[in-house]
């Protein structure tokens, strides 16, 4: 029996270190003391490499079965390098045969595992299974309660699985001694994951090696929770398969934490770059620092050129005058005497430019390296300002200007007020010397507008609450601009209301893209509503018209006139006509509804087409066309009504739309995992453009003037039900020779092999 290899790890959460070149959460290369004992207890070799390729940490068992050559110093020999991961297994010279895995990178070398191979049975060279099995599942038991795992042993022969308590709890399945159903396990999976589960346990029965998989499943309260899973086939003692070990690691507050931090990094990113903030760090021992794109573009360094030591930096870039001072603040701060230092410097850019930029440094020493990071920020423009900017705060003043964010001010003891330049520049306008009086600033609002805005202004004199509102401007050139505004009042020591202080900014993309929304919404409702209104019709419809072709084939039984006969005949004709493109607009209808329910089960394919091709026969004599079919025995994940479907309308057009005399070819074969059905014919073909519009509904390509019916919605039909059902539909043509359409769907899982004489149930289904 071949044990699950425990050592492996899953990726390591992003950090905020994402940003510099290190690995964040990487392991270090000689193990901690607690992960030492949980190594050690393993009956795999693990050993820790340093860069040199020479032994830096080797556990017992590596001790055990390399003696001398797993003692830290010894240089690893090349036939047992990682490189060699996933070939043949290696001989140790002992007689014992490994398999080397690489279990991936750690600070400053790799960590690798020999994992030893189950030897062939013979009368003489393996361990009695019972006292394997127990070995195994101690080992894995103490491994479990070591690193929180969650064990699960699927046993192949009676259909059941068998938790350790931490499985069970997380599922919250009271004990089963005699283990759980598949059908309960299989509740608690997440639907989308249950297909890769499936996979999963096929290519552990086929290849026999490990194999890992991350699932949802859903714990005792409902919530689904993330499990990192590796499995590996249990056999008994002639190697055929009884059971699928697997060990879990509940890895959901990992990725939770990853996607957080992945959002908040893009939103920092995206804040610094438009607000013109370059940023940088440094963790642990990497050589260089990290340098975000506006960081170099500060220093004039072009996006991912190699960035500078610190002092290179200092002597480089920083002006000359600014030296010993920036030295004396970083080294205080680089010898821990300061957690942050802030400095404005100037700096001298590749193109002689002298800029003053603010920095801002600190330090986390918090984790097991320290990280050290910063802030700068090009202030030369503060230096030119005018005498208004000066009065704003330095680095909020620049973030809000980045951001496209106007500033206004009005004193309430005097009525004046103040405009930044962005808030001309929202309006459309340069910016003016002199802030523009009441009636001016009115005139720029949109006059459907101006009576609220009128309102809003004259609160804002007077409350002391935060007002938000938002109003349209017309710009010069006539176009309109959504403007949010938000203000406050700011008080004096003795509590008066001294200044109102506010902000404008541009929201007019937020409203466009609520409208669209509203007009989607709208859309998709209306798409909807028809779809409903379609489906109740057809069934409406069908009743008295299946009453009409009733009653018709009735007359035409017991009419013996011929010309009536004729007539009944064409009413019935018509009838059938119309029913069927009744039957297609309701499942059209149904499929765009989301109401076609499918029943997913195993198809025998060769069975389905039995049953199925002898319906088109009437059809292929009356068109001439002869049927090729060639096709091996498959197995198909399918609802066998749908798929039915699919096969008559294809087939069905390929022998209406083919030549007298023509004929019709089937071919099948399997590829990755899925089932490939050609479906071939000698008719027309079609050009380009008719390719373009061949699953457009009721547009039947020119071909309704040539007297062939249908109803133009068979093929939209069929590409809709074909992605049903997980597979994809594709089509080559040339014009004269005919067309092919390909079919690709699921194969069903195939049967776990016969076991001897307790067959699994797998095996006989």
Known sequence: MRSAALCGRPSPVPHTADIVPTEPDQPALTPSPETAAWLNDLPLAVLALADNS????????????????????????????PAQ????????????????????????????????VTPPPTARTYLPAAREREQAASQLALAADLAGLITVRHDLR????????????????????????????????????????????????????????ELRVADHQGRYRRLLMRGVVETDDHGAPVAILSVALDITRQRDQTARTRDLMARFDIAARTAGIGYWAYEGHAPLAFWSDQMRSLHGLAPGEAVPTLKSWRETFVHPDDRAAVRRGFDAWLAGHTSSVQSELRIVRRDGSVRHLLTHSMRETGGDVPVLFGIAVDI??????????RRADERAALAARGAGIGTWELDLRNGVAHWDAQMWHLRGRPPQSATPTGPEMLAFVHPEDQPATRRHVAAASTAEAVLEYAFRVVWPDGSIR??????????DDAGVAVRRIG?????TADRRAEAERRNREAAEQANAEKSRFLARMSHELRTPLNAVIGFTQLLLARNPDATARDWLGHVEHAGQHLLSLINDVLDLSSLEAGDLRLTMAEVDLPTLLTETLPLLDPMRAGHG?????????????????????????LVGNAIKYNRRGGQVRLRGHTEGGLAVLAISDTGRGMDAQQLQHLYEPFNRL??????????????TIVKALVSRLGGSLQVRSVVGEGSCFTLRLPLALPPVAPSGPGESQAAKR
């Open 482 to 491: 959504w403007l949010a505004s938000r203000s406050a009042t700011v008080l």
């Open 380 to 389: 030369t423009e503060r230096r030119q300002a005018d005498e208004a900017l």
């Open 503 to 507: 902000v404008n900014w541009d929201v």
């Open 54 to 81: 020479r032994v830096q940490w080797a556990n017992t068992t590596a001790a055990r079965w390399l003696g001398d050559a797993a003692r830290p110093g010894a240089a690893w020999p090349d036939h047992l390098r």
């Open 702 to 715: 020119g071909v309704e003037r040539d007297g062939i019916e249908g109803t133009g919605i068979g093929l």
């Open 625 to 649: 066309v002869t049927l090729d079919l060639d096709l091996p025995p498959l197995r198909l994940w399918s609802d066998a009504t749908r798929l039915r479907q699919v096969l008559i309308n």
């Open 158 to 213: 009676r259909d059941r699985y068998h938790f350790n308590p931490a499985g069970a709890q997380l599922l919250g399945l009271p004990p089963h001694p005699e283990g759980v159903p598949t059908a309960r396990v299989a509740a608690h999976m997440h639907p989308d994951d249950r297909e890769a589960a499936r996979a999963a346990s096929a290519q552990a029965l086929q290849d026999r090696q490990p194999v890992d998989a």
């Open 85 to 116: 991961a996933g070939q043949a297994p290696v001989e140790l010279g002992t007689g014992r045969r490994v398999q080397v895995l690489d279990l991936g990178p750690v600070d400053g070398g790799r960590r690798i595992a020999l994992e030893a």
